[in-house]
């Protein structure tokens, strides 16, 4: 494995030892740190993940298919780039894996600009993946930061109604809404009422009435 500072994690996982040391190299250069595995099973036991990655993934491997432990990628670990990297691909073959969720399909020998073009584009996307998943977390918790109060005004807020009527919805004086709203807004890092509108949108607050339960993963 290289230890260098790298821009993600690479993982090989291919039964032919002089490719994975020779693609490990090309690799290490790039500034990756590598893992290769030269089976499945291997692979699935030793592996650990440790931020994004990438993983190379031979078609035809000795003890699993290699689509089939992609699905069992995706399933278990969610946003993780798969290649494949195969001698052997047919277009059927080449359709099931991007059917099954790989990001790309490349055939052995494959040209070293090619290679580090693909991985480093599926690196770009899932970095950019994982900030939005961040992003919306954030957002999640700001939510979560309200009173019961604050979060009845935002839910009303974005019914469209007015101070007035949110104070007679609730029973309060419009003043006090105001303060309500204020401390909502802030609390939400919200500047303007489409702003917090978005924010509304993402959580799954829009067209909610009333009690209604929240839609919020």
Not at 27 to 40: I, N, P, Q, R
Not at 56 to 81: K, N, S, T, V, Y
Request: hydrophobic share 40%; with cysteine.
């Amino acid at each position: 494995m290289a230890q260098s500072s790298s821009s993600g994690q690479v993982v090989v996982v291919d039964d032919d030892s002089s490719f994975c040391s020779a693609i490990g190299r090309v690799l290490e250069s790039a500034g990756y740190d590598v893992d290769t595995y030269g089976s499945a099973r291997d692979f699935l036991d030793g592996w650990e993940r440790s931020g994004p990655a990438c993983v190379l993934l031979d078609l035809r491997l000795p003890d699993l298919d290699g689509i089939e432990l992609q699905r069992r990628l995706r399933d278990a670990h969610g946003a993780l780039a798969t290649i494949f990297l195969t001698g052997y691909g047919s277009i059927p073959e080449t359709v099931e894996a991007m059917r099954s969720g790989a990001f790309d399909f490349l055939e052995k020998p494959v040209p070293r600009a090619k290679l580090l073009s693909a991985i480093d584009s599926a690196m770009a996307g899932l970095v950019a993946l994982e900030q939005e998943r961040q992003r919306l977390a954030d957002l999640q918790r700001r939510y979560e930061m309200l009173t019961p109060r604050e979060r009845e005004v935002l839910h009303l807020v974005v019914r469209g109604l007015l101070n007035k009527q949110i104070g007679a919805e609730l029973g309060i004086a419009t003043k006090t809404v105001k303060v309500h709203r204020g401390r909502m807004m802030s609390k939400m890092a919200a500047e303007r009422l489409p702003h917090l509108m978005a924010m509304a949108s993402e959580l799954g607050l829009v067209g909610l009435r009333g009690d209604d339960s929240i839609a919020v993963h």
